[in-house]
């Protein structure tokens, strides 16, 4: 299981210290989609440069030009980039080429999915990658909770999980086993983010 760091709402500097201050207790660093909007490519590549031996994934959610928004976030440097179910499906297909040319990967979003026949379609496309999402406007309605899970229950995909995920929520995600558990507002906005994202660590390690 790893973690990933959300980047969310930060500036260019809050990003690059938050990442400093955790970085021995995360897997996967998040370039969040409102900083990519704020900052655009350059901070991906400046990521890369300055954490050579982390997996960096641009949270694109691109919902068309898949191939060009794709080639963008490999070209700078992300081993991940992101998708929307909910955009065509030649966008995906266009997005998971573009990874295999790259050899990088695609990771699809499945916020506001709740269709199975789209999952279906999903694994029919060859999706590998997907992430059970609740976004950050829903989590005024409630935040991430397990029965989400039961979307993808008979699925092969590798499951990121994420939606204000923090160290009371955990516990009971972690029993689900997925593939990548991300975080971000829990770390970044808390009073000691390293306190959190070393306890966080501890329980997804055990
Ligand atoms: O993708 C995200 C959301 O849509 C805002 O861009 C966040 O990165 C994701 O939800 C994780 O952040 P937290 O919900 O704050 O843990």
Redesign the pocket.
């Known amino acids: 299981m790893k973690l990933q760091l959300?980047l969310?709402r930060l500036t260019e500097h809050e990003c690059f210290r938050l990442v400093e201050e955790v970085e021995e207790y995360i897997d996967i660093i998040?370039i969040?989609?409102?900083v990519i909007k704020e900052y655009g490519m350059a901070i991906v590549k400046e990521m890369r440069a300055c954490y050579p031996d982390k997996l960096i994934l641009s949270?694109m959610k691109t919902c068309d030009a898949g191939r060009h928004e794709a080639y963008q976030a490999f070209k700078a440097g992300s081993d991940i980039m992101t998708v929307m179910a909910l955009a065509s499906d030649l966008t995906i297909k266009d997005t998971l080429q573009a990874g295999e040319e790259m050899g990088t990967q695609v990771m699809v979003d499945l916020?506001e999915v709740r269709s199975k026949d789209r999952i279906t379609e999903l694994e029919q496309l060859g999706v590998s990658l997907v992430s059970l999402?609740?976004?950050?406007d829903k989590?005024s309605e409630g935040g991430f909770t397990t029965d989400l899970f039961s979307l993808v229950k008979e699925s092969s995909f590798k499951i990121a999980v994420?939606?204000?995920?923090n160290l009371e929520s955990l516990s009971e995600i972690v029993q689900e086993e997925p593939d990548i558990i991300?975080?971000?507002?829990?770390i970044t906005a808390a009073a000691h983010p390293k306190i959190v994202a070393k306890e966080m660590k501890r329980l997804i390690s055990r």
């Open positions: 959300a969310d998040e969040g989609t409102g949270d916020l999402h609740v976004g950050k989590q994420a939606g204000g995920i991300i975080v971000g507002s829990a």
